[in-house]
């Protein structure tokens, strides 16, 4: 069934763009992308799962639209985020002899959103890019805001360019193929725009979560809430040299943690490090005096009602020790002079940016939150 999609705007001038958000958008896709971007050709980029579950419909819709388009089809997973597949993707763009003013259509979740857009972004020294996310990560986060690029082996996130899309379109009926545990891994960072500075709208999925999991319209309407939030954030700092950065929430400890478990997914995949690592900031706030315990323990109830981990004892496997912790932080951020920046908070929906976090400091808070410690505590 299709419904008026909700239309959310991200205001960057002439380069202001929409996000479409509604069930049954995929069959429009190629009109909607004919009408902005007339006379064009494509060549999609996808996951193997994604193309399994969705190219067919995919295709049909652009050519309905006129639109003809190449398909490059890449293995699923972080580990597609590399030079090596950015090398396939541009070379698939090229030898499909498509122009600057042609497009590239990212089809998939973040992987797949922020590989084809950093190739959008340097194929003919920038392409029009198209996002069509379907994960719901991807829906709430990634494919808005033009952060593109891969990992490099010293780092995640490392290698990459700001390259906005010209449109966003994000079907929330593929979203019922998405497996239960990347569901719930992108809710973690759905509930993170809650936590950063929309309590009503935390509480709102403390009350609604379980139709937002079952597909009803509370889906579309939680998806399009993360979307303007996120819009707004990009409107006003679209290159993060201010409050961009509060949409790290979580992420500092959440990336130590994906480092240090080898982007292993079988372990822990992004939205899950997310979750722990927001549940950890809001914990870590509480032990600096700067937010009530009651806050924490509601951020740890919550995710934990969801299913998703919330310790650090939740990642299955042996984990590196704390001091071995910290250092994944250090590298993932600027230490200057034995302090990090953290996004700490003062309570639900009252994050904010401290610079100047005695690295001393996290490494007490991840010796107490480590599950060797906790194992040595008596019941
Ligand atoms: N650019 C940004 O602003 C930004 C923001 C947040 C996260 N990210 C990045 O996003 C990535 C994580 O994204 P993700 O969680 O979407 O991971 P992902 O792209 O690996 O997708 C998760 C899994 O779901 C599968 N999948 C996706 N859509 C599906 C569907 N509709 N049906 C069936 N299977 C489907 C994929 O094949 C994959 O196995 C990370 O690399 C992270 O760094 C980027």
Same mark, same amino acid.
């Not at 709102?204 to 993360?226: D, M, S």
């Given at each position: 069934m299709s419904i008026a999609p909700v239309v959310v705007e991200v205001g960057l001038g002439d380069r202001t763009y929409d996000i479409l958000i509604?069930?049954?958008?995929?069959?429009?896709?190629?009109?909607?992308?004919?009408?902005?971007?007339?006379?064009?050709?494509?060549?999609?980029?996808?996951?193997?799962?994604?193309?399994?579950?969705?190219?067919?419909?995919?295709?049909?819709?652009?050519?309905?639209?006129?639109?003809?388009?190449?398909?490059?089809?890449?293995?699923?997973?972080?580990?597609?985020?590399?030079?090596?597949?950015l090398e396939e993707v541009v070379d698939g763009v090229l030898a499909a002899k498509l122009e600057r003013g042609d497009i590239v259509i990212a089809f998939g979740g973040g992987v797949i959103g922020d590989l084809a857009g950093f190739a959008a972004g340097i194929v003919r020294r920038g392409m029009n890019f198209v996002q069509i996310p379907t994960s719901l990560l991807a829906q709430v986060d990634s494919s808005v805001g033009g952060k593109t690029g891969i990992n490099s082996p010293r780092g995640k996130n490392l290698v990459g360019v700001f390259h906005q899309p010209?449109?966003?379109? &994000?079907?929330?009926?593929?979203? +019922?193929?998405?497996?239960?545990? /990347? !569901?719930?891994? #992108?809710?973690?960072? @759905?509930?993170?725009?809650?936590?950063?500075?929309?309590?009503?709208?935390?509480?709102?999925?403390?009350?609604?979560?379980?139709?937002?999991?079952?597909?009803?319209?509370?889906?579309?309407?939680?998806?399009?809430? &993360?979307?303007?939030?996120?819009? +707004?954030?990009?409107?006003?700092? /679209? !290159?993060?040299? #201010?409050?961009?950065? @509060?949409?790290?929430?979580?992420?500092?400890?959440?990336?130590?943690?994906?480092a240090a478990t080898q982007y292993d997914g079988s372990r822990l995949v992004h939205g899950e490090g997310v979750a722990i690592g927001m549940a950890l900031a809001y914990r870590f706030s509480s032990r600096l005096n700067l937010a009530s315990p009651d806050d924490a323990a509601r951020v740890e109830s919550h995710l934990r009602a969801v299913g998703l981990p919330w310790r650090i004892a939740d990642i299955p496997g042996e984990l590196p020790d704390a001091e071995a912790l910290l250092a994944f932080i250090a590298q993932d951020k600027k230490v200057s002079r034995g302090a990090l920046t953290f996004i700490l908070t003062r309570g639900?929906?009252?994050?904010?940016?401290?610079?100047?976090?005695?690295?001393?400091?996290?490494?007490?808070?991840?010796?107490?939150?480590?599950?060797?410690?906790?194992?040595?505590?008596?019941?």
């Amino acid at each position: 069934m299709s419904i008026a999609p909700v239309v959310v705007e991200v205001g960057l001038g002439d380069r202001t763009y929409d996000i479409l958000i509604g069930s049954g958008l995929l069959a429009r896709a190629g009109a909607e992308i004919a009408r902005r971007l007339p006379g064009t050709r494509a060549a999609v980029v996808t996951d193997a799962n994604v193309a399994a579950a969705h190219l067919a419909a995919l295709q049909a819709s652009l050519e309905t639209g006129g639109i003809q388009a190449a398909v490059i089809t890449l293995p699923p997973g972080e580990k597609t985020k590399s030079f090596a597949r950015l090398e396939e993707v541009v070379d698939g763009v090229l030898a499909a002899k498509l122009e600057r003013g042609d497009i590239v259509i990212a089809f998939g979740g973040g992987v797949i959103g922020d590989l084809a857009g950093f190739a959008a972004g340097i194929v003919r020294r920038g392409m029009n890019f198209v996002q069509i996310p379907t994960s719901l990560l991807a829906q709430v986060d990634s494919s808005v805001g033009g952060k593109t690029g891969i990992n490099s082996p010293r780092g995640k996130n490392l290698v990459g360019v700001f390259h906005q899309p010209k449109l966003v379109l &994000a079907d929330t009926g593929v979203l +019922d193929t998405l497996p239960i545990r /990347e !569901f719930r891994a #992108g809710y973690a960072e @759905l509930a993170k725009y809650g936590l950063i500075d929309r309590p009503e709208f935390f509480a709102w999925l403390e009350k609604n979560w379980v139709q937002v999991f079952a597909g009803g319209p509370e889906r579309a309407q939680a998806i399009a809430e &993360a979307c303007r939030a996120k819009a +707004d954030v990009v409107a006003r700092d /679209e !290159f993060e040299t #201010g409050d961009r950065a @509060l949409l790290n929430l979580g992420h500092t400890f959440g990336h130590a943690l994906e480092a240090a478990t080898q982007y292993d997914g079988s372990r822990l995949v992004h939205g899950e490090g997310v979750a722990i690592g927001m549940a950890l900031a809001y914990r870590f706030s509480s032990r600096l005096n700067l937010a009530s315990p009651d806050d924490a323990a509601r951020v740890e109830s919550h995710l934990r009602a969801v299913g998703l981990p919330w310790r650090i004892a939740d990642i299955p496997g042996e984990l590196p020790d704390a001091e071995a912790l910290l250092a994944f932080i250090a590298q993932d951020k600027k230490v200057s002079r034995g302090a990090l920046t953290f996004i700490l908070t003062r309570g639900i929906g009252q994050a904010f940016i401290a610079k100047d976090v005695p690295a001393s400091e996290v490494l007490s808070f991840l010796t107490e939150n480590h599950p060797d410690q906790q194992k040595m505590r008596p019941r």
